[in-house]
């Protein structure tokens, strides 16, 4: 078994908001309107990638928005959503997983919910604090890099993490990310082989474990990212690239 963790939003699929041709298809609908969409060529290229590997995706996404989403490729036998604090299997929450998960941020319970707290009352908030089932939390910011950086200064950085991403901004227990997520799985299925895709600093835990690791040419020079790291050449869509790059790759 070789797993492939592979990062959805702007790695696999993209917002209406993104323009990538008109030779695409819908993927996921919210709220009666067409969200999110995949190129065919990405289409056909992910059906081809089942063959051959176990396609996990893993998404910062919580499990109702990941639910939402149909790319039409079959079902997955494994998801972690939450930023790797849920595990589905087979489209079903695993709920040892889970309690796991809470167990090893305990530690950072306390300044998630101060950062909560510091969230409410930010002038810039433009969006209700979500707390995402414990692990996390997010909200969106008028000025989302004023949001951050008060944040930064105020918050304990040995136990959380924060980072904007676009207008949301996010606070995460520093032992809730996407590569500690990817090692837990890897430690309960021994796969001969961990390969893995994304684009932003959520990602870069999860790329950096990864024995075969991609990202868009954009996160080239991203602090904290492994020199291990395939970066691609930006000439062709992300999703087209990568896994066109992957089908290459000699196993």
């Known amino acids: 078994m070789k797993l492939f963790h592979t990062d959805l939003d702007n790695t696999l699929i993209y917002s ?3 323009s990538i041709g008109s030779e695409k298809r819908c993927v996921e609908i919210y709220r009666e309107r067409e969200v999110s969409f995949i190129t065919d060529r990405t289409y056909a290229l992910l059906k081809e990638m089942k063959k051959i590997v176990t396609v996990v995706p893993t998404t910062t996404r919580t499990v109702e928005q990941y639910r939402r989403i149909d ?10 959503a939450a930023n790797g604090g849920i595990l589905l299997v087979d489209g079903e929450e695993d709920p040892l997983w889970y309690q796991e998960s ?7 319970r306390e300044e998630l919910v101060f950062g909560e707290r510091l969230l409410e009352k930010d002038k810039n908030r433009c969006m209700e604090v979500r707390d995402i089932r414990g692990l996390f939390a997010f909200t969106k910011s008028e000025k989302p890099l004023d949001s951050v950086k008060r944040l930064k200064e105020s918050l304990d950085m040995d136990k959380v993490d924060v980072f904007g991403n676009g207008v949301k901004v996010y606070i995460v227990p520093k032992k809730l990310n996407k590569g500690t997520a990817v090692l837990r799985l890897k430690e309960r299925l021994r796969p001969e082989a961990v390969i ?10 999860m790329l950096n474990c990864a024995d075969l690791a991609i990202a868009p040419a954009e996160l080239s020079g991203e602090k904290g990212l492994s020199d291990q790291v395939r970066c691609m050449t930006g000439r062709k869509l992300f999703s087209e690239e990568l896994l066109a790059y992957i089908k290459k790759f000699p196993f």
């Open 16 to 18: 209406y908001k993104r």
């Open 71 to 80: 790319l039409g490729t079959g079902p997955f036998s494994y998801a972690l």
């Open 102 to 108: 809470l167990a090893a941020i305990s530690e950072s």
């Open 196 to 205: 893995a895709a994304g684009d932003s600093a959520f990602d870069i835990p």
